[in-house]
């Protein structure tokens, strides 16, 4: 009987399987007896099976796991005839069988290549594993900036996905690369070494940032002794050398190693590790200019840092700084000594604050720091060198003005001579030895706004043990207290002071410094600086004749 064209894919019984339908079916049709015989084969299935003929044996003509199928199912064919589908490889290649019952102990087998399905599932499932390894990478490469941890990682990761070992060659330092060596499950070992690249084909290429060297062009047994990590198990059998792209620059140079004991590297396991190096040379490349820019900012923020104070000519002198954003170093306020050339001559003090806070602010007290430090010379008239300075800060491009005092010290004898000015600024303080706290008489206008600068300079003396303060409204506008919304104030300050009479400069200003942090209570602020000027109670030992002598020195004893 001949099947009609709406048979099913798998006909119930032999009738309907015998005939031209059935021998004409696109993929392989075997019907075989409960002895193992080929009772019926199509085309499709002699070319399969070696030209195969009806009368042959399944066991001789098909691989034992169909045979073995058909054995077992004919065993026991009422409980295994409703089974689903066996599969096995037959020439190469996959296939599914289904069995049909034909009756009186035959089987019908239906072959159906699987070999597409499973590649593409197969295909599949790869993309979908090395998707997740990238991700993984870089999550794990993007953690951190720091850029010999990230190689760590890269050679780490690149070790335990893609060989048998990882080598990362950084690009150049001088004549000297920073190697990076990773097994899987070892540690990870980084040197610096002097290397020729030129003894690797394509490392030079590679560090370069041109294309990689196919793999296959490599050979593993010139490779020097350098490349190969310690406890690297047998000879080397397949290389990759693949660049690390950076941005712009190449980050580097990947080698990946396998023994002659495992496969060699496929054309598609060479683009992934491409794939692979991608990721690694962006993150390598992030954490370079990171790491290039926090030196850049560093420099710079050195430079932008009020200095340390110490001692100048026989005057004390003490400094304190806090910017208002904790996290940042700079802000608006500022300070300087410029010690004269002698100690006859003058020391330029300068406390000043700047519209605005924050790293904008900072740059422009870089400006009025660098040209009063130019200014120095011209120190002996206040009002020329605010003039000046107005005027360099009106050409600028910069739109912010500064508010400033500057105080020209001198010591004479065991006393400290003070030329004070005011620009727009809070006026010093004067704390005496006896606890009587001062103000400054000095007024003027700020700097950088207006076309002139006026302002008016007073003379002040310290003797030993007074101490003269100068300070931004950064103290005494801390808003804080027991309800959170009070000023520090200048009533608040100059009872600071009256308790810090007698205390050395430094003491001074960590005893401001300390109270309106305390004030604050963690509350946001502006910043805060302080400048202390103190006449020493005792002055400089002299020594005559092997024992000390002077006024000062008798005051000692």
């Known amino acids: 009987m001949t099947a009609s064209r709406g048979s099913a894919a798998r006909p119930p019984d032999a009738a309907v399987t015998i005939g031209a339908t059935w021998a004409d079916a696109p993929y392989p049709v075997l019907v075989v007896?409960?002895?193992?015989?080929?009772?019926?084969?199509?085309?499709?299935?002699?070319?399969?099976?070696?030209?195969?003929?009806?009368?042959?044996?399944?066991?001789?003509?098909?691989?034992?796991?169909?045979?073995?199928a058909h054995r077992q199912m004919s065993d026991d064919l009422p409980r295994t005839a409703g089974a689903g589908p066996l599969t096995g490889r037959i020439n190469g290649r996959f296939f599914e069988a289904h069995p049909t019952s034909a009756g009186d102990g035959e089987v019908v087998w239906w072959l159906i290549d699987d070999t597409d399905r499973r590649l593409a599932e197969t295909a599949l499932s790869d993309t979908q594993t090395r998707s997740a390894v990238l991700a993984e990478v870089s999550d794990a490469l993007l953690?951190?900036?720091?850029?010999?941890?990230?190689?760590?990682?890269?050679?780490?990761?690149?070790a335990r996905h893609l060989a048998e070992a990882a080598v990362l060659v950084?690009?150049?330092?001088?004549?000297?690369?920073?190697?990076?060596?990773?097994?899987?499950?070892?540690?990870?070992d980084q040197t610096t070494r002097k290397i020729d690249v030129r003894d690797v084909p394509g490392l030079s290429e590679a560090l370069q940032g041109f294309p990689p060297v196919p793999a296959r062009w490599i050979d593993p047994a010139g490779l020097?002794?350098?490349?190969?990590?310690?406890?690297f198990a047998g000879p080397v059998g397949s290389v990759i050398v693949t660049p690390l792209p950076g941005h712009g620059v190449?980050?580097?140079?990947?080698?990946?190693?396998?023994?002659?004991?495992?496969?060699?590297f496929s054309e598609g396991e060479e683009v992934f590790a491409r794939l692979f190096a991608a990721r690694a040379g962006a993150a390598l490349s992030a954490a370079r200019l990171y790491a290039e820019q926090a030196t850049i900012t560093a420099t710079l923020m050195n430079d932008l840092l009020p200095p340390t104070l110490t001692t100048v000519h026989g005057v004390d002198y003490a400094g304190g700084y806090r910017s208002a954003?904790?996290?940042?170093?700079?802000?608006?306020?500022?300070?300087?000594?410029?010690?004269?050339?002698?100690?006859?001559?003058?020391?330029?003090?300068?406390?000043?604050?700047?519209?605005g806070k924050g790293l904008d602010a900072a740059v422009l007290t870089g400006k009025i720091r660098n040209t009063l430090h130019a200014l120095q010379p011209l120190a002996g008239d206040h009002q020329h060198v605010l003039n000046l300075l107005n005027g360099a800060l009106l050409s600028s491009r910069h739109t912010r003005f500064?508010?400033?005092?500057?105080?020209?010290?001198?010591?004479?004898?065991?006393?400290?001579?003070?030329?004070?000015?005011?620009?727009g600024h809070l006026p010093p303080l004067i704390v005496r030895a006896d606890g009587t706290v001062e103000e400054a008489a000095t007024r003027g206008t700020l700097v950088g706004a207006l076309p002139s600068v006026t302002a008016h300079t007073v003379t002040a003396v310290l003797?030993?043990?007074?101490?003269?303060?100068?300070?931004?409204?950064?103290?005494?506008?801390?808003?804080?207290?027991?309800?959170?919304?009070?000023?520090?104030?200048?009533?608040?300050?100059?009872?600071?002071?009256?308790?810090?009479?007698?205390?050395?400069?430094?003491?001074?200003?960590?005893?401001?410094?300390?109270?309106?942090?305390?004030?604050?209570?963690?509350?946001?602020?502006?910043?805060?600086?302080t400048v202390a000027i103190g006449a020493p109670k005792y002055g400089p030992l002299t020594l005559v004749n092997g024992r000390a002598d002077g006024p000062d020195t008798r005051r000692q004893q």
């Open 402 to 423: 500064a508010t400033l005092v500057l105080a020209s010290v001198r010591r004479r004898g065991g006393r400290a001579l003070l030329r004070l000015t005011s620009a």
């Open 250 to 264: 190449p980050a580097g140079a990947l080698i990946l190693l396998r023994s002659s004991t495992d496969c060699a």
């Open 143 to 158: 953690s951190t900036l720091n850029v010999p941890r990230c190689m760590e990682v890269a050679a780490s990761m690149a």
């Open 224 to 231: 020097p002794d350098w490349v190969i990590p310690d406890g």
């Open 463 to 529: 003797a030993p043990g007074d101490t003269c303060l100068l300070y931004t409204d950064g103290i005494t506008e801390a808003r804080g207290g027991p309800l959170g919304d009070e000023l520090f104030g200048e009533l608040r300050l100059k009872r600071v002071l009256a308790e810090c009479a007698g205390l050395p400069a430094e003491a001074v200003v960590e005893r401001v410094q300390m109270l309106a942090a305390q004030w604050l209570a963690g509350k946001r602020h502006d910043d805060m600086a």
């Open 325 to 355: 954003e904790d996290h940042e170093r700079v802000g608006g306020d500022f300070y300087d000594v410029h010690p004269g050339a002698d100690p006859s001559a003058e020391t330029l003090v300068v406390l000043g604050d700047v519209a």
């Open 170 to 188: 950084a690009p150049p330092r001088g004549s000297r690369h920073l190697v990076t060596y990773a097994r899987p499950g070892g540690p990870v």
């Open 33 to 68: 007896d409960r002895h193992g015989g080929l009772v019926r084969i199509n085309e499709a299935a002699r070319l399969l099976l070696h030209d195969a003929e009806c009368g042959d044996r399944l066991d001789e003509r098909a691989p034992s796991w169909l045979s073995d």
